[in-house]
């Protein structure tokens, strides 16, 4: 599975909204258990990625409820609202449906304008 | 608390070999699927290879047929022996944890290898 994401950088003004775009070359949506099997993840700058958000739209405990996940099937979204600097950082999603290879997007470069 | 430590990376000319170790805290790694992903120099993540908890192994193409991932459940430790190294092997390795259907978490630090002459 192909994971293609949009844009590959984007630059947004403080307390405005960012929004990143995932799309797969095939669903990843479990029907028997209802669950869309997309992650997100935040890399800042010479840390490892961090989960934020799992099933495509459910945040990992701690994360700011400005992230959210939505989209289901082959397309998906991660929005930032009310940007802050310390979401400066590099996110990716991520495919695990299925038999692996599991694959990432590219990555989307997220910078305060 | 669950941890993950990453080692055994460095230099090494194209075509060794490297074993990276990854020692896990506060979870057994023989009760999840433990995983693999790299990060090549100002790139983005690539995943390598994967352990189920039953044992099934699976691998990237770019690494199948020269990486081996495997695991010691008395240490609580996760290795990937590297074979046939190239150039473009360089990169940040992590280990990580998957839950099934959760996604990947935590992540290791990682640990840097280099394939140079």
């Known amino acids: 599975i192909v994971m293609t994401q949009s844009p590959d950088s984007l630059a947004v003004s403080l307390g405005e909204r960012a929004t990143i775009n995932c799309k797969s070359s095939?669903?990843?949506?479990?029907?028997?258990?209802?669950?869309?099997?997309l992650a997100w993840y935040q890399q800042k700058s010479g840390q490892p990625p961090k989960r934020l958000i799992y099933?495509?739209?459910t945040r990992e405990s701690g994360v700011p409820d400005r992230f959210s996940g939505g989209g289901s099937g082959t397309d998906f979204t991660l929005t930032i609202n009310n940007l802050q600097a310390e979401d400066v950082a590099v996110y990716y999603c991520?495919?695990?449906?299925?038999?692996?290879?599991?694959?990432f997007g590219q990555g989307t470069r997220v910078e305060i304008k | 608390e669950v941890q993950l430590v990453e080692s055994g990376g460095g230099l090494v000319q194209p075509g060794g070999s490297l074993r990276l170790s990854c020692a896990a805290s506060?979870?057994?790694?023989?009760?999840?699927?433990m995983n693999w992903v790299r990060q090549a120099p100002g790139k983005g993540l690539e995943w390598v290879s994967v352990?189920?908890?039953?044992?099934?192994?699976y691998y990237a193409g770019s690494v199948s047929g020269r990486f081996i991932i495997s695991r010691d459940n008395s240490k609580n430790t996760l290795y990937l022996q590297m074979n046939s190294l190239r150039v473009d092997d360089t990169a940040v390795y992590y280990c990580?944890?998957?839950?099934?259907?959760?996604?990947?978490?935590?992540w290791g630090h990682g640990t840097r290898v280099t394939v140079s002459s």
């Open positions: 991520q495919q695990h449906f299925g038999i692996p290879p599991w694959t």
């Open positions: 506060g979870f057994a790694v023989s009760n999840d699927y």
């Open positions: 099933w495509a739209s």
């Open positions: 352990i189920y908890s039953g044992g099934s192994t």
């Open positions: 990580v944890r998957y839950i099934y259907s959760f996604g990947f978490d935590p």
């Open positions: 095939q669903s990843v949506f479990y029907s028997s258990g209802n669950k869309n099997y």
